[in-house]
């Protein structure tokens, strides 16, 4: 299904939809003017209007994902057809970045959003550079400082010129994500690992740029390697959605090897870490984006400068002389765009959006409104044979169907019960789920506290540690501080068990001996034979913050990654149960209407559509939409030197006085258990330990009252998404029957002119059913084979 495919049928459904509901407007003002409430027309009005809604406003997600200096901002540039995005040497993306398209009419905008604050922030907005400097200065004033505004993403609101001329696709963001060694924070490599598996969940399609000169990097591998782990099904669910972009080709020099040869060795590569099948698209990106900026008349000189420096040579002309000329920017601008390999990726991207996440839209709004019309289509043919019953005949059905609606309310709210059992079910197994999750990493720490022990009272081998565990490639441990900023999602229902896996890259005893000096000094005055192992003696209090900074620095981020891939897993279980559910709830509900809809049918000698029990995609925003991040389960301990008064005795050096008392200000560490006696200081590990699983506890258990109240929401949102569908499927035919019974009884004398108006009524709204059938036969020609998530 090409791009222009789906711009065409976008249009026939939006345009049969709007000209059914304006047709559908007049009926309804017309008996108005009689006197009826309307009031299932408007709903059945409301109805259509949300689908042409959802066809105009529907978001559609591209994620970028890069190490730094792989040319990403470059790229997204070129896509978006201005130089908005900054490039430098040091790191741009700091956090996430949306860049949301705009009309190209309106006015571009950049705004930021922070922690607690429900509006953003308006930064700049007007021309792509004043934009572009602002967001620099900003970027860097947060990497500088810390963030101390606690900044969570920005959003850039500026025309996308991929997709300008698609007006079906008005809701396209390209998300620009930080990837690894992009900021130099302790758990920034978390962080990117939840921005890329949300990217995976949420995302349209995944675009993975790397750099032609160093895509073999070891961020790169670690990248990969994290994300990919244990997670291949997935993977395999979601290749048609996953690119790999070779960038700056351009780069190339005479003496390298062909980009064919370079592709090849790279799908070699990314086979290796589980990717089946990888698509690699080459790129420039400079040349995409000064090219597609010549074309559009919008380039400044010092960019045609750099086009002409950079690429115009390859496009020289000999003439009959055997003299180079090379022809003006303006000439050679489309050209170098093509060749840049920007278009083929975009028209690409664009395809794989309108084939399945387009196409799954188009459908459900079509549904919707096939839905309406076939609603609208029992009403005419209700009314045309109510006219044609006795009238006292039409009064004994009426009531009888008062008896089978109210029969039907009670299997709804049998249905109801059913479903709040469900509930409950859903509701204890995720909390188990977490109480898994809090007791597997605690028992994760504790193994490690032990190990430390065990190498303060015998001598630390790498050998003994091998036995213990798989030692994995080093991890370098950051040095600066870092933030244990855990989240717990707010509403995902679960079934059955997690796989959940608490590895670490290299044990943390191992960690402590590299500091400075080692804790496990034989050689340390301070060290007694015998003593507590889980107490570890130093000399200097600097010592004792110095390994307590580094078992923090340990334990955060390795908390935090465990609860990432728990959480990956409890959003994707919840998902697919979520589907489970509902497809109970349809089927419930669905035998409940059908039921109503044969007994009137057979009731009143009238041919009625099936009433579909639906929930289109396009109502319901998935749970990672739904997942808050308002939860810190960990925030890092900061280390504040606090006193308290101890006595002490001094002793006196003469036979003639007596010792002298007195009270001095002993400093400790309060997180760490740090106490000054006399010439040593002491780490209480047990104390330690104590207090990251109590902060595991109290977070977790405080989570529960939040996870009840989500589960509650999103169960009972779907069932109230059916139930009040068969309401309104009741009352329909209780409106119909009440409106026919009042017409019978005052416009008898008017029967045969309300029966042809009714007919011709009919006979145009057949038109708009022949319409979505032709709509819905040229649709399914274009509908994907297999379904990606």
């Not at 349209?204 to 990919?228: R, T």
């Not at 996953?242 to 060795?265: A, C, G, H, M, P």
């Not at 900026?293 to 045609?304: E, H, M, V, Y």
């Not at 036979?655 to 002491?682: G, H, M, N, W």
Request: glycine share 4%; with cysteine; net charge negative.
């Amino acid at each position: 299904m090409s791009s222009e495919q789906f711009q065409a049928a976008h249009d026939s459904i939006y345009n049969t939809g709007t000209r059914l509901l304006q047709y559908l407007q007049e009926i309804r003002q017309g008996r108005l003017s009689e006197g009826d409430d309307t009031k299932s027309l408007q709903s059945v009005e409301d109805e259509i209007n949300k689908a042409l809604h959802a066809l105009k406003e529907q978001k559609y997600q591209v994620a970028v994902i890069a190490a730094m200096k792989a040319g990403k901002s470059t790229f997204l540039n070129a896509v978006i057809g201005a130089d908005v995005l900054a490039s430098e040497t040091a790191a741009c993306t700091i956090c996430r970045t949306d860049v949301r398209h705009i009309p190209s009419g309106q006015i571009p905008r950049l705004l930021e959003y922070q922690e607690g604050q429900r509006r953003p922030i308006v930064l700049a907005e007007g021309d792509a550079g004043e934009i572009q400097q602002k967001f620099l200065v900003r970027t860097r004033e947060i990497r500088e400082k810390g963030n101390p505004d606690k900044t969570i993403r920005f959003e850039i609101e500026h025309s996308i010129e991929a997709i300008s001329r698609l007006s079906s696709l008005a809701g396209f963001t390209l998300v620009d994500t930080p990837g690894p060694n992009e900021w130099e924070s302790g758990n920034f490599n978390t962080a990117l690992k939840q921005t890329a598996l949300e990217a995976l969940r949420t995302c349209n399609a995944i675009l993975f740029v790397l750099n032609y000169a160093s895509y073999k990097d070891n961020a790169i591998s670690d990248m990969f390697k994290d994300i990919i782990e244990n997670r291949k099904e997935i993977l395999s669910e979601n290749t048609g959605k996953i690119y790999f972009i070779l960038n700056k080709v351009d780069q190339k020099t005479e003496k390298d090897r062909e980009i064919s040869d370079v592709i090849e060795d790279l799908k070699w590569e990314l086979t290796s870490f589980g990717f089946s099948n990888p698509i690699i698209y080459p790129a420039s990106s400079r040349q995409g984006v000064l090219a597609k900026l010549i074309q559009q008349g919008k380039a400044t000189d010092s960019q045609i400068k750099d086009f002409k420096k950079f690429f115009s040579a390859r496009y020289a002309i000999e003439d009959e002389e055997g003299n180079q000329i090379i022809p003006a920017p303006h000439k050679i601008a489309l050209q170098a765009l093509e060749d840049s390999g920007l278009l083929t990726i975009q028209e690409t991207v664009i395809q794989t959006i309108t084939q399945n996440s387009g196409w799954n839209l188009l459908s459900d709004v079509l549904l919707k409104i096939e839905k309406m019309a076939k609603a609208s289509e029992d009403s005419l043919n209700l009314q045309i044979n109510g006219w044609e019953l006795e009238i006292h005949s039409l009064k004994n059905k009426v009531e009888e169907y008062h008896i089978r609606a109210e029969s039907a309310k009670k299997k709804v709210r049998n249905v109801n019960e059913s479903v709040k059992t469900q509930e409950k079910i859903l509701t204890t197994q995720f909390s188990e789920a977490m109480i898994s999750f809090a007791s597997g990493a605690k028992n994760k720490i504790q193994e490690e506290i032990d190990r430390i022990a065990k190498s303060s009272s015998t001598e630390y081998s790498k050998s003994n540690t091998q036995d213990i565990t798989e030692v994995l490639p080093q991890a370098v441990i950051p040095s600066n501080n870092i933030s244990m900023g855990l989240t717990l999602p707010n509403a995902i229902p679960i079934f059955g068990g997690l796989a959940l896996s608490f590895g670490v890259q290299r044990p943390l005893v191992e960690v402590l001996s590299k500091v400075n000096p080692p804790p496990f000094n034989n050689h340390r005055s301070t060290q007694v034979k015998n003593a507590d192992p889980y107490k570890i003696r130093v000399d200097t209090e600097k010592e004792a913050q110095d390994i307590g900074r580094t078992i923090n620095e340990f334990c955060s981020p390795l908390i935090q990654n465990w609860w990432i891939d728990t959480q990956d897993q409890l959003v994707r279980n919840g998902t697919l149960i979520r589907e489970q559910l509902v497809r109970e709830i349809q089927a419930d509900i669905q035998e409940i209407s059908n039921e109503l809809s044969k007994y009137v049918g057979e009731s009143l000698q009238v041919k009625l559509n099936i009433n579909p029990i639906q929930f289109p995609g396009f109502e319901f925003q998935g749970i990672d939409a739904q997942v808050k991040h308002q939860i810190e389960v960990f925030t890092r301990s900061e280390t504040e030197t606090k006193f308290r008064s101890e006595s002490k005795t001094e002793k006196s050096g003469s036979l003639c006085k007596s010792d002298k008392s007195y009270t001095e200000q002993v400093p400790y560490q309060a997180t760490i258990q740090v106490e000054d006696q006399r010439s040593f200081y002491e780490v209480d590990l047990r104390e330690t330990t104590k207090l990251i699983k109590q902060k595991i506890d109290t977070q977790v258990s405080g989570s529960q009252e939040v996870l009840q109240r989500t589960i509650h929401k999103q169960v009972l949102d779907d069932f109230k998404n059916a139930e009040q569908q068969i309401n309104n499927y009741i009352k329909s035919f209780q409106d119909e029957f009440d409106r026919l019974l009042k017409e019978r009884e005052t416009r008898e004398a008017e029967a045969e002119q309300i029966r042809e108006t009714l007919n011709v009524q009919k006979v145009k709204l057949n038109e708009y059913l022949n319409e979505v059938t032709a709509i819905r036969a040229s649709l399914d020609n274009w509908k994907p084979l297999q379904r990606i998530r």
